[in-house]
């Protein structure tokens, strides 16, 4: 038996070990237990003390063990903010603060992200140890190392057996893990040591378990988005005219939902406002937005995305402007109003609301809401473009799925742009959910 791992039932017996996170019994070195070799060395003897010495007396420290005085500390849970006094304070100490916690869009270091909240939830409420694990990466023993890495696949090999995610999407929730620890402690999970069985355990994952099947997602074709809006979206009521050019705009300009919606339902730097507007005329729209995902557009609003008027089954043109002539407001109150808001109380969209939206107008068409989500207008803006022979730098350039967003002037110019968008809400798309078109959500 390894001196990093504790038993290990076989594995059949793992499933059940592993039903709920709430009820995961595992095996866990207390703080104040060192990590001893096995007990029947034949050319050594056990003290009272824990020690070992030879037959002449001498002690013997194996290399893979702390002294019997060396033991883990038991640190208490870190709260979201660094709070450790090491130094006094300084002026510059908050603004060092912020710029960490900004580092992450969640504002938090990360904290809040699923990857993070799952490791607080295993660590806190089913093993029992601390989640913040900070060690000296020079002085503290391998053994201590190890133990962590060990913690880490075990919370890996959690994520799979019980949540039922993938094996890769288990090991990008570690590595969210390994982000917010850097930046809340300064080093990573086991003193910044490379966990190399992590990705191996994983790659026996993948050939144990086999192949996960991801969950379907598909497109929304433009006929069919027309075709739902006018059976339940009417272009005169306030909301559903907010409704239908948000849907528009996110098909024909590839919008990501975060990019048009908002999750908590409140207004921040990145929400497109009125204000945004730079050009609403008979052939075009043109609004400044913030792109996710991508480091050039992080610090605000600063791509344009144009979109062009005559689309045969949407035309997010003519919806921003019936928009603007059924909910009307104050042109000085253009920077403070959403684009895409709720009448009732000045907030953007939340999206939860697009998404009910979305799955709902494709039930009224006969479709299988779960199929669907905000997501699906992306796929379907994408898929129209591949099917009115949009080549693959068209699709990306427009989708801004390039971190050089200069691409949206070299290589499609700005008449291009008007005319593939227009072309994403002429062209009839007959099947959104063969194989032919996964490559689209991939890209």
């Known amino acids: 038996m390894r001196a990093n791992q504790g038993p290990r039932p076989p594995p059949a017996a793992m499933p059940a070990e592993l039903i709920r996170f709430n009820r995961i019994e595992i095996p866990e070195l207390t703080p104040e237990e060192p990590i001893r070799a096995e007990d029947d060395q034949p050319y050594s003897q056990s003290m009272q003390d824990g020690s070992y010495v030879d037959d002449n007396g001498h002690p013997v420290h194996w290399p893979w063990e702390p002294s019997s005085r060396t033991t883990r500390s038991k640190a208490s849970p870190a709260p979201e903010r660094t709070t450790r006094q090491l130094r006094k ?101 086991a003193g910044g040591m490379k966990l190399e069985r992590i990705p191996q355990m994983v790659k026996g ?67 497109i406002n009125r204000s945004d507007i730079a050009e609403l005329s008979k052939d075009r729209l043109v609004f400044w937005m913030h792109p996710c995902k991508n480091m050039t557009h992080i610090g605000g609003k600063t791509c344009p995305l144009v979109i062009g008027a005559g689309g045969e089954y949407v035309d997010a043109v003519a919806e921003v402007r019936n928009l603007l002539e059924v909910d009307p407001v104050d042109p000085r109150d253009a920077h403070l109003t959403p684009l895409f808001r709720d009448p009732l109380t000045n907030n953007p969209l939340r999206y939860d609301t697009i998404n009910h939206a979305i799955k709902t107008l494709m039930a009224t068409i006969g479709e299988n809401p779960d199929e669907f989500s905000t997501h699906s207008m992306r796929i379907g803006g994408a898929t129209a473009l591949f099917a009115a022979g949009a080549n693959e730098t068209v699709i990306r350039t427009m989708g801004r ?41 991939d890209y």
Not at 219 to 233: E, N
Not at 402 to 419: G, I, K, P
């Open 89 to 189: 304070h300084h002026p510059l100490d908050d603004q060092i603060d912020a710029y960490l916690d900004a580092a992450s869009a969640d504002g938090k270091r990360g904290r809040s992200t699923t990857g993070v909240r799952a490791w607080f939830a295993f660590c806190q409420d089913v093993v029992g140890t601390p989640a913040d694990r900070p060690v000296d990466p020079f002085t503290t023993p391998l053994s201590e190392k190890l133990e962590d890495e060990w913690l880490a696949m075990r919370f890996v090999c959690a994520l799979v057996s019980e949540r039922g995610v993938t094996p890769d999407t288990a090991a990008k929730y570690f590595s969210s893990v390994q982000g917010w620890h850097l930046r809340e402690h300064g080093v990573k999970i």
């Open 205 to 271: 994952m993948k050939r144990v378990l086999g192949g996960i099947p991801k969950k379907l997602r598909r497109g929304v074709a433009p006929q069919s988005l027309r075709r739902a809006m006018d059976l339940m979206l009417d272009p005169k009521n306030p909301a559903h005219a907010n409704i239908r050019a948000a849907l528009a705009c996110a098909l024909q300009g590839l919008l990501r939902s975060a990019e048009y919606t908002s999750k908590e339902g409140k207004a921040n730097k990145f929400t």
């Open 401 to 441: 799925w390039s971190s050089d967003l200069h691409r949206l002037y070299v290589r499609a110019c700005f008449e291009q742009c008007c005319e593939w968008t227009r072309r994403a809400g002429t062209q009839s798309v007959s099947d959104l959910a063969g194989m032919s078109f996964d490559e689209v959500d």
